[in-house]
């Protein structure tokens, strides 16, 4: 099979919102789109120093970069989330459903008429992607996509069909939140790569594999929560959701107050540097209107 690019090489119609502003929507599962990356980001969070009151004047960020990435990948996750949850009547959408016998999870689980989905969300604004068979570099490092997609559809599709051998295969899905473009090399491969604007319009124009008994099973199958690995949770997904939007709030505030000093101090130099070139600029005229 070829790998499958939408939207490669042409910029996105519609533009994706750089923060989650989305409304809490819990799942049947009972986890939140990017649960999983939010309780990562809360337990790496967690152990860092508050900032001093200057830091904070001076719009210090209260995540370093590496809590950034995740906070980041939370916020494409629920981007994602919220075009999944504008699907019509007819699909299931579960969220952060972590895999049995794994350290991964699947940010997204689809069940349709069109086939199972496990989507993977990929966060990198303004930026055009290129990538290969295997991975899609990012900067000056390559991201192995490609290759988690595939395991974690085969992890899953192992899964479901130790309960249903009939089920058919699980489809592995990239969504990039509005990259500029994607150029990926045609290269064998069995991902889906596409950007978020176009990823509704996609599901729902899937053929029927499905027949309504078919589906239902496969549901019950999913909903079931001894399909899947035991996940933690030390607060409840709606307190969860309150504190990373609560973060979200804190760090939007840091970036204000950075680029609000930043203008000051431009300001301020010019006003300095006006100042003192005033007198050359007087004497230089008094010089010219003397000749």
Request: net charge positive; glycine share 6%; charged share 20%.
């Given at each position: 099979?070829?790998t499958?690019i ?43 120093p508050?900032?001093s ?7 210090a ?17 629920m ?32 069940v349709g ?23 899609i ?7 192995p ?7 974690e ?27 500029h473009?994607?150029?990926?090399a045609r ?86 540097l ?8 007087v ?9």
């Open positions: 099979m070829a499958t939408l939207g490669a090489g042409v910029p996105a119609r519609d533009s994706e919102p750089a923060r989650s502003a989305v409304p809490f929507i819990p799942t049947a599962p009972g986890r939140f789109a990017g649960q999983s990356v939010v309780e990562e980001l809360l337990r790496q969070h967690g152990d860092r508050q900032r009151r200057l830091a904070r004047t001076l719009g960020s209260p995540l370093d970069a590496n809590e950034l990435s995740w906070l980041r990948a939370a916020q494409a996750e981007i994602v989330g919220d075009i999944l949850a504008r699907l019509p009547e007819g699909y299931s959408v579960y969220h952060s459903l972590p895999i049995r016998h794994t350290a991964f999870w699947v940010d997204h689980l689809v008429p069109g086939g199972i989905f496990s989507i993977n969300s990929k966060t990198h604004w303004d930026r055009d992607l290129t990538g290969s068979q295997r991975s570099p990012i900067g000056e490092h390559a991201m996509y490609l290759r988690d997609a595939r395991f559809s085969a992890q899953i599709t192992a899964l479901l069909a130790k309960a249903m051998p009939a089920t058919s295969v699980v489809q592995p899905v990239i969504v990039l939140v509005n990259p473009k994607i150029l990926l290269k064998p491969d069995t991902v889906t790569v596409i950007d978020s604007p176009r990823l509704r319009r996609w599901l729902v124009g899937r053929p029927q594999v499905f027949s309504a008994e078919q589906q239902a099973a496969l549901t019950t199958l999913v909903d079931d929560p001894g399909t899947w690995r035991a996940a933690g949770q030390p607060l409840a997904p709606a307190h969860l959701h309150a504190r990373f939007t609560a973060l979200e709030q804190q760090v939007a505030a840091a970036r204000t107050r950075r680029t609000t000093f930043t203008v000051l101090a431009a300001a301020a130099a010019a006003t300095v006006a100042l003192a070139t005033a007198p050359l600029i004497t230089a005229v008094e010089y010219l209107a003397a000749r």
